[in-house]
């Protein structure tokens, strides 16, 4: 027999049960927008659960590899949006005056601040 489609043991009842909360708490999180990191976190502190399904288990490995594949993406957008909360302020307020000057007598990091704010308006 498949071992993902055998019988469970009466014994692990508890653990049937719950894995069943767990993924009615998942796809609340999912509908929710808690944030990869927290699901992650979440789903693989369930990985420990003993006699846990191969395809639950399948299904974890899956998105620990999605979300490793998508680090650097992922770190990027949450940089960025970073920058975006907490920057445009203080770039607008060098806007001005770096806008003021010639292209030859701005300062190269006033040239990167006003791309930053072209890009990101």
């Not at 944030?35 to 420990?48: D, K, P, Y």
Request: glycine content about 4%; charged content about 40%; hydrophobic content about 30%.
């Amino acid at each position: 027999m498949d071992p993902i489609r055998r019988p469970v043991a009466a014994g692990s009842s508890f653990h049937q049960s719950a894995a069943k909360n767990l993924q009615q708490v998942v796809t609340l999180a999912q509908r929710n927008g808690v944030s990869r990191r927290c699901l992650i976190t979440l789903l693989t502190s369930t990985a420990a659960i003993p006699d846990g399904s191969e395809s639950r288990k399948a299904l974890l490995r899956e998105y620990l590899k999605k979300s490793k594949d998508n680090k650097e993406k992922n770190d990027k957008e949450r940089l960025d949006d970073y920058y975006k909360r907490n920057y445009k302020d203080y770039f607008g307020l060098i806007e001005g005056p770096a806008r003021e000057k010639n292209e030859e007598d701005r300062t190269e990091s006033e040239k990167r601040i006003l791309e930053w704010l072209d890009k990101n308006k």
